[in-house]
C-alpha cells in the first residue's frame, strides 16, 4: 500500500491457527523501520480490537519520514510459541506541492 507522509497507516492482523481458525494470542509486538533501517516503533503491543481477534497498530506517520518502504516485523507468541513475519508492508510517498 501506498500512502502519503503524515497520514495515519493502520496496520492489522487477524492470526489463524493451521486450520484457519481464529486465535487468541498470549502477546503480539510490532517494530517498524523507515527505508534508512531507523527504527521508528520498537516491540509496541498491538491492541486487541472486538471479539474476532484482530490485533491492531496505527502508525502516525510525520511529514518530515523518509519516503520509500517501510519494513514491519510482528512477533505473535501463541501458547508458547514464537512466530515472526517481517517485510516490506507500506510505502510513503511524498504528497502533491511538498
Known amino acids: 500500500m501506498i500512502y502519503n507522509v ?3 497507516i493502520d496496520i492489522a492482523v487477524r492470526p489463524k491457527d493451521k486450520n484457519g481458525n481464529a486465535i487468541a ?7 517498524i523501520k ?3 533501517a531507523a527504527v521508528k516503533v520498537n516491540g509496541v503491543a498491538m491492541t486487541a480490537v472486538g471479539d474476532d481477534n484482530k490485533y ?7 511529514p518530515s519520514d523518509l519516503v520509500g518502504d517501510y519494513t514491519v516485523t ?5 501458547q508458547g510459541f514464537t512466530a515472526i513475519s ?9 504528497q502533491a506541492g511538498f
Open 74 to 78: 510482528i512477533t505473535a507468541v501463541y
Open 6 to 8: 503524515g497520514t495515519a
Open 25 to 31: 494470542l498470549t502477546s503480539i509486538t510490532i517494530l
Open 86 to 94: 517481517s517485510g516490506p508492508l507500506f510505502t510513503l510517498k511524498a
Open 34 to 36: 523507515d527505508p534508512a
Open 56 to 62: 491492531e497498530y496505527v502508525y502516525q506517520s510525520s
